[in-house]
């Protein structure tokens, strides 16, 4: 129906009409399901994985001795493409730096959402409080990038 058509003017034409319009069935084909399907696993192309390639002091069985002896910090290192996130984690919090330095802002992510988040300063540093326990990861969003680390217990 067109705004010149008769009955434009009428509320109950153009509900029915509207009516007419949702009640019909679209199958949608399944080649454009599947093209939805694979857009979608495309969603975070740009948060690239970090993964935990340098350090991991609990690794390191000496100083891992050493850690529960002492109560230590936990120290991890994820590098890829370029980025550094270097993290130390003690019963007061999390401290860490992402290299190269600049503007960014970094987030303590649980597998139900971010926890906790900070900005970064000149030097890329960051404070974050006592993780929670379970597995944890840290999304940096630095330079118009987004990486984020693999999933850990700490």
Do not use: I, N
């Amino acid at each position: 129906m067109l705004k010149g058509d008769p009955g434009w003017e009428s509320d109950e034409v153009l509900l029915r009409e509207l009516g007419a319009a949702l009640a019909e069935e679209r199958d949608v084909p399944e080649h454009l399901l599947e093209a939805a399907r694979a857009a979608f696993t495309w969603r975070t192309v740009d948060a690239e994985l970090l993964a935990l390639t340098s350090y991991d002091s609990v690794l390191d069985e000496e100083l891992a001795v050493r850690a529960r002896a002492t109560q230590t910090a936990r120290q991890l290192v994820f590098d890829a493409e370029g980025v550094s996130v270097q993290v130390e984690v003690t019963e007061a919090g999390v401290a860490g730096q992402v290299l190269p330095a600049g503007p960014g802002r970094v987030a303590l992510v649980t597998a139900t959402g971010p926890v906790e988040e900070a900005e970064l300063d000149e030097l890329g540093l960051f404070l974050l409080g006592p993780p929670p326990s379970g597995p944890v990861r840290f999304r940096c969003d630095v330079g118009g990038t987004t990486v984020l680390t693999e999933w850990v217990c700490v």
